[in-house]
C-alpha cells in the first residue's frame, strides 16, 4: 500500500515539479532578453508568464511587462528623433531608457548624442550672422564636447573638436565670457604625453637590452 502512494504521489508531482522549472527558466530567458535591449521579446514572454500558474499576480512579473513595455517606447523616440536631427530630444528618451535597463546594449549612444548636439552649435556658430552669437553657440559647443567626454567619449576627435572651438572663441570678441581651457583636454593631453614617453622607453629597452 505504501509503495502504492509513493507511485501515485510521483505521477502528480513530477508533472508538476517540470512545469515549474520550466516556467523559471521562461523568466530567466525574459530577462536575458531584456537585459539585451530585446524588449519586443522579453515584454511578450513576461505577459506569457503572467498568465501561468507559476507567476499570476507576481508583481516582479508585472511590473516587467510595463520595464518592456516603456522600453520599447523610449529606444523607438530614441530613435526617431535622431534621425530628424533633434538629438536634445533624443537624447531625453535615450537617459529614460537607461533609467529602466542601465545594461541597454545601446547606452553607449548616450555620449554620441552629446556629441552630435554639440556638432550641432558649432554648425550653428559657423551660420551665425553676429559675433555674439557665434561666441554663444560656441560656449555651448564646448560644454557639450566636456558633457560627451565626461559620459564617457574619451576620444582624440573630441579633444581636436574642443581645440577648435577653443581657438574660434580665441578670434572672437566676445569669446572671453567662455570659461576655456578645458581640464578634461589638459588631462588628456599629460597622460598621453606620459603614455608616448613610457613607450618610447620600451622602444629603447628593446633596441638595447
Same mark, same amino acid.
Given at each position: ?12 508531482y513530477l508533472p508538476s515539479f517540470a512545469q515549474s ?49 516603456? +522600453?520599447?517606447?523610449?529606444?523607438? $523616440?530614441?530613435?526617431? &528623433? ?5 538629438? @536634445?530630444?533624443? *537624447?531625453?528618451? %535615450? ?38 552669437? +557665434?561666441?554663444?553657440?560656441?560656449? $555651448?559647443?564646448?560644454? &557639450? ?5 565626461? @559620459?564617457?567619449? *574619451?576620444?582624440? %576627435? ?44 620600451? $622602444? ?6
Open positions: 500500500m505504501k509503495k502504492a502512494l509513493i507511485v501515485i504521489f510521483s505521477l502528480f522549472e520550466y516556467f523559471k527558466l521562461k523568466k530567466l530567458e525574459a530577462d536575458d532578453y531584456f537585459m539585451a535591449g530585446r524588449y519586443w521579446d522579453a515584454f511578450f514572454l513576461y505577459r506569457n508568464l503572467a498568465k501561468s500558474p507559476e507567476f499570476e499576480g507576481d508583481y516582479t512579473i508585472e511590473n516587467q511587462i510595463k520595464n518592456s513595455s516603456r +522600453a520599447m517606447y523610449h529606444w523607438r $523616440k530614441t530613435e526617431n &528623433y535622431r534621425a530628424f536631427q533633434q538629438y @536634445e530630444t533624443a *537624447k531625453a528618451h %535615450m537617459k529614460e531608457l537607461l533609467q529602466i535597463n542601465p545594461s541597454d546594449p545601446n547606452r553607449g549612444l548616450l555620449p554620441i548624442l552629446t556629441l552630435e548636439i554639440a556638432n550641432q552649435m558649432k554648425r550653428r556658430a559657423i551660420a551665425s550672422k553676429t559675433q555674439e552669437g +557665434a561666441a554663444d553657440y560656441l560656449g $555651448k559647443a564646448l560644454t &557639450y564636447y566636456n558633457l560627451a567626454l565626461e @559620459e564617457g567619449l *574619451k576620444d582624440e %576627435m573630441v579633444f581636436s573638436f574642443i581645440r577648435q572651438v577653443e581657438k574660434a572663441l580665441e578670434g572672437n570678441p566676445y569669446g572671453t565670457k567662455i570659461k576655456q581651457p578645458t581640464s578634461y583636454d589638459l588631462n588628456y593631453q599629460k597622460n598621453k604625453e606620459e603614455r608616448e614617453r613610457t613607450i618610447e622607453i620600451l $622602444k629603447k629597452q628593446e633596441e638595447n637590452p
